[in-house]
């Protein structure tokens, strides 16, 4: 076990909030943002979700002021599978804590079956507050008609490929199909959304994602990207480098098993690099 938790530190910053926040406070002196993230999903007791949310109150409430208070959370740890209200009670009290220190809150996405019933609660709580935000997975066949609410809404989101293994009723499968789903998601975003973040380490987004702005006329200013704490580092800098805006993912905390496993089957380079650490 002790060996897993020395491969998966590559991924995560630490088990502790201090640790997270130490890796911010470092991410904040190269120009870099982070959102903070205690790993943590699929509460099915009301306990347990009670915990989780007041953590997150807290760990809003340490960040220092240098650093922008910005959360990630999962509605799967906040009760949503519990009941609706009270996953919407304990998420309320998560954004009046950002609210106090002027923090951003975000809700992860999660697997398909959990998909309508986030955006629900984010509709339901955005009516309320400002300082909160959305995941839109560009692989779901449902993701084009979301974006489009979205925009209509005014909602800020975050774009990703995807994490989740889902059926081909649900989501395109193919990378390339996923990529051009990506693209026309992002295009619509950049043009017409608030703020919106482009999360991926893929080149041919990033690039691709320069080349439209810059075309189109869109400042750097109006969005952001987004990658994961351990993958392309040096890639965060030259983005900052070029006046872009970088946010970085940085995932905490003991309950860090099925996020490292996500990471490893996304990329061969990801499990490559944790065989060669085993074998040196
Ligand atoms: C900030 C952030 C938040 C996320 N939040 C969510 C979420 O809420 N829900 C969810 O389902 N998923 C989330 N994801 C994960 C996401 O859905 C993808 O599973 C993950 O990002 C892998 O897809 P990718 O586009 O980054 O690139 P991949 O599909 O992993 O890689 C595609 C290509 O990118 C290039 N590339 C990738 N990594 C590197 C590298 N290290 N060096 C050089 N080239 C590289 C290579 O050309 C590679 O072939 C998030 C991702 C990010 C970055």
């Known amino acids: 076990m002790k ?4 491969l998966a530190s590559r991924f995560v910053a630490g088990e502790g909030p201090q640790e997270a926040v130490r890796v911010g406070e470092r991410l ?78 975000r809700f992860d996405m999660e697997g398909s079956k959990l ?31 979301d974006v489009k609410e979205a925009v209509r809404r005014k909602d800020r989101v975050r774009l990703c490929k995807g994490a989740y293994k889902e059926p081909p009723e649900v989501a395109l499968q193919a ?14 975003l950049l043009a017409n959304g608030n703020y919106p973040a482009i999360a991926t380490h893929d080149e041919a987004l990033v690039g691709d994602t320069i080349a439209h702005t810059k075309a189109a006329g869109i400042g750097p200013e109006r969005f952001e990207f987004q990658m994961l704490y351990g993958l392309r580092s040096r890639r965060w800098d030259e983005l900052v480098a070029q006046g872009y805006r970088m946010r970085v993912y940085v995932p905490f ?3 860090w098993i099925p996020y490292f496993y996500r990471r490893l089957r996304e990329r061969r380079e990801n499990v490559l690099f944790v065989l060669r650490s085993l074998f040196r």
Request: charged share 30%; aromatic share 6%.
């Open 175 to 188: 990378m390339p199909e996923i990529r051009k789903a990506y693209l026309a998601c992002a295009h619509e």
């Open 253 to 255: 905390g003991t309950h």
């Open 3 to 6: 060996a897993l938790a020395f």
């Open 28 to 105: 904040k002196a190269r120009g870099i943002n982070a959102t903070f993230d205690e790993l943590g999903e699929d509460v099915h007791d009301k306990d347990a979700a009670a915990r989780t949310m007041r953590s997150a109150c807290a760990l809003l409430r340490m960040i220092p002021k240098g650093v922008e208070r910005n959360i990630s959370i999962k509605m799967s740890s906040m009760g949503q599978e519990i009941s609706r209200e009270l996953c919407v009670e304990n998420v309320s009290q998560i954004l009046d804590a950002a609210r106090e220190v002027d923090g951003f809150v």
């Open 115 to 145: 998909t309508e019933s986030t955006i629900r609660i984010f509709q339901e709580l955005r009516s309320r507050y400002d300082n909160v935000g959305i995941v839109l997975q560009a692989y779901l066949h449902r993701t084009p008609d």
